[in-house]
């Protein structure tokens, strides 16, 4: 797994993640390289909306459509910061640049943006991001504590929540509920 590179793969929790910051998590990662990883959770929705987090941050939103989305626990590092998925990437003053099209930003102009004018168009918020240490993803990945399958955007962006995880195993050609907790190798 030397020089394996998951930058928009996901990772899907095995049935046996015993870290209830991970359990049944699909977890989007935005930069995997030699120094680590850095990934966010895309199916834990706080209890949160968009809206009460822009006025939280003294971004009064100016065009309604926020009530009903949600934050997501994006991860257990930083969970004080926000961190904006979206797409397409844009302009913005902190951005990691994942794809052509998709981008993480976590500075606070893209939600000025997002409360005026409704862009970008796909967004995911979450507060707070997963972050592996250099080399200890691959070590996860080693004991079966993860799946990985190349992401689709669709699965982040136009999914409920509750379908997502069972779609990025279904990436795989699986159904979660035939994954077993116990792993072995060949």
Do not use: C
Not at 46 to 69: M, T, Y
Not at 107 to 128: F, T
Not at 168 to 180: E, M, P, Q, T, Y
Request: hydrophobic residues 45%; aromatic residues 8%; proline residues 5%.
């Amino acid at each position: 797994m030397q020089n394996a590179n998951f930058t928009h793969h996901f990772l899907i929790a095995m049935p046996a993640m015993v870290d209830d910051n991970f359990s049944r998590s699909l977890v989007y990662v935005a930069e995997h390289n030699d120094e680590g990883a850095l990934g966010i959770i895309i199916n834990r929705p706080l209890d949160l909306s968009v809206k009460e987090l822009l006025e939280r941050v003294e971004i009064p939103p100016q065009i309604s459509g926020f009530d009903a989305s949600p934050v997501f626990f994006g991860g257990p590092v930083q969970t004080d910061r926000g961190f904006v998925l979206h797409r397409p990437h844009g302009e913005w003053q902190s951005s990691l640049q994942v794809t052509s099209e998709i981008a993480l930003t976590s500075s606070k102009d893209i939600l000025q943006n997002l409360a005026e004018k409704g862009e970008p168009k796909d967004v995911l918020i979450s507060l707070g991001y997963a972050g592996w240490g250099a080399g200890q993803l691959e070590d996860e990945l080693a004991q079966n504590g993860w799946l990985t399958v190349g992401a689709d955007p669709r699965i982040i962006f136009e999914l409920e929540v509750g379908e997502r995880l069972d779609a990025a195993v279904r990436l795989l050609g699986i159904d979660f509920v035939n994954l077993s907790d116990v792993a072995g190798h060949a």
